[in-house]
């Protein structure tokens, strides 16, 4: 699930808003200027000296926007009579990692999808709707046109749930983005070279192995297969 914040009224707020609008997800600078409207947090009373006002905190301010392009390839794994399927698609990322916009594209560029998060929630935005026919990609989870709203927008509560909806398996999308900067997400465990085998320019996270040693022309990142878990392994061709 997304991590909740003070800023969670004020973004999901924002997050109707787009929805009332005509169905269009909110984007990142949307939810960006959501964070920037809370007001201040005040200062704790006994904290002024003897004829002085506390001046009001200063919320810290919404992280800088990347923007990121490139080609994703996802191989998933047999398990059990699950068969072994991949996809390629070409991307584009604008914001952080806590609010962002990811375009999901065929090999010719046509594209499949929108999805999105912010802290609130995150959502799906099929090609399609209702001004056109869906697009089908045979080679992800699920049919992105199957059982989807008239308008193919869809809200999910947590970013899990969205990417195994476009993806068919459960990838971490928010970490994915730090990992595509060459780097461990710092919010989070980590371990540097965990393998004797391994060159520096690996580290492992959240039981995924990343390999940074080609990076920024080249990221790998692999979840080994267990008992009950799929295995899985991403590849990512930067362009910018």
């Not at 584009?92 to 375009?103: K, N, S």
């Not at 065929?106 to 929630?121: F, K, N, Y």
């Amino acid at each position: 699930m997304l991590r909740r914040s003070g800023g969670a009224v004020a973004l999901t707020t924002a997050l109707l808003l787009g929805c009332a609008s005509g169905g269009h997800p909110p984007s990142a600078a949307d939810a960006n200027a959501a964070a920037r409207a809370e007001p201040a947090t005040p200062a704790q009373p006994g904290t002024a000296t003897t004829g002085e006002l506390s001046a009001p905190a200063r919320a810290a301010p919404p992280p800088a926007a990347i923007d990121l392009q490139g080609q994703l390839s996802i191989k998933l794994l047999a398990l059990g009579d699950q068969p072994a399927k991949g996809a390629s698609l070409g991307f584009f990322f604008h914001g952080h990692p806590d609010a962002g916009r990811l375009e999901l594209m065929t090999p010719l560029g046509s594209q499949i999808a929108q999805v999105g998060w912010t802290r609130a929630g995150a959502w799906l935005q099929r090609a399609g709707g209702r001004s056109g026919d869906p697009a089908r990609e045979p080679r992800l989870g699920a049919d992105l046109s199957a059982n989807a709203p008239e308008d193919g927008l869809e809200r999910f509560d947590s970013i899990d749930a969205m990417s195994e909806r476009v993806l068919g398996e459960a990838i971490p999308l928010q970490t994915l983005i730090h990992w595509m900067q060459g780097r461990a997400d710092p919010d989070r465990p980590s371990v540097t070279a965990p393998n004797a085998d391994l060159a520096i320019g690996t580290f492992s996270q959240d039981g995924w192995l990343i390999d940074t040693r080609e990076w920024p022309r080249l990221l790998q990142a692999t979840r080994a297969a267990g008992p009950m878990l799929r295995g899985i392994q991403i590849k990512v061709r930067l362009d910018r």
